[in-house]
């Protein structure tokens, strides 16, 4: 039997996102201090690399393993991530008259989201060099996903919630052994506290965007949207943003695939477009020019999208532009009934999040900005069965 070697991480050295300052990957690195904004990963990328010779043949999103941070296979530790279905909603299509309606159905992931996949990435970084205590600020279900990545990697997770967040997202936390502190307000509250706490412990922070390796797992869902597709991506694609954190990853693996020649140079990127609860909307109000005092942002069913302050603001508008993408909200009884009718018509019981999107394309096709004869694909980011008693209006 011919052994197949080990595939490397060809993962070389991390920038900052605003004046490509150059850090070391092989030590622990936070943000860009340089300019106060996060880092990204780059890679030693070039485009006569075949796909097939870079992709492993696993069953979750470590396919991609060579396009992942992870130096040494031995520290990857994952649940199963990724490799997430693409569905096609036959019934609304017909319905409504869309031409191709798709949803990449992220609630199966391990926890019931897809930060299963950046906590997956993350916490495997983390065990890579040695980190032995995270703390994570969360709006609910990145801190269930790192509890869970930190039980399996034997290393102590603190995670900090707001104290309205559901129970089935605390108690979640508790089973995997985590440290849960409650704080009243929203998740910029809670990352005042896990920043002391980060500061009094020693810890390593895992917040969004101010740790370098979520974004990393999260981009493998615009990987994995290129290969099912067949690389001919769609036109648009709709995204509940909160931190902003799988809208930039996306973004990312198409331009790595573009440097990878696994799309062809002038390929048509998809138009980019950001959804978010009309509690909570700083990146629609940033992107129409329309700022708002922090303190006017309130909580909402989806706790996901209750992000008061998004620390990679600048990348989130950028995406936007770039792609000629557009904003949009929805209110939380919207987001409900939208979650009742998909789950009707379709048999998926989506999160509020996904629920959302729903809802911002009716109102998008009304608008004039997305047409029904286009390719829509729309990133259900969670599981509803997480919100159960909290999809009553
Ligand atoms: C965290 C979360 C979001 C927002 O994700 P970002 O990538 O940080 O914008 C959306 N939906 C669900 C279900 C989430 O848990
Ligand atoms: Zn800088």
Known sequence: MIETPALNSLASYLTCSNCNTSYFINEVQSYAHCCDRPLVVKYALDSDMSGKSLLEDSDSMWRYRTLLPVLEQKNIVSLGEGKTPVIRFNSLENQYGFSSLLVKDEGVNPTGSFKARGQSVAISKAK????????IPTAGNAGGAMSAYCAAAGIKATVVMPSHTPISFQQECEHYGAELILVDGLINHCGVVAAGIVERESAFNISTLKEPYRLEGKKTMGYEIAEQMSWDLPDVILYPTGGGTGLIGIWKAFHEMMDLGWLKPDAKLPRMVVVQAENCAPVVDFINGEEKPVSSYKESIANGLAVPVAFGMDMISQVVKESGGTVVTVNDNDM???????????????????????????????????????RILMMNTGNGYKYLEHLVQ
């Open 128 to 135: 890579e060099l040695g980190i032995s205590h995270c703390v």
């Open 336 to 374: 409900i009934s939208g979650v009742k009718e998909v789950a009707k018509k379709e048999g998926v019981l989506m999160a509020p999040e996904g629920g959302s999107l729903w809802k911002g394309l009716l109102k998008l096709v009304e608008r004039g900005d997305i047409s029904r004869d286009e």
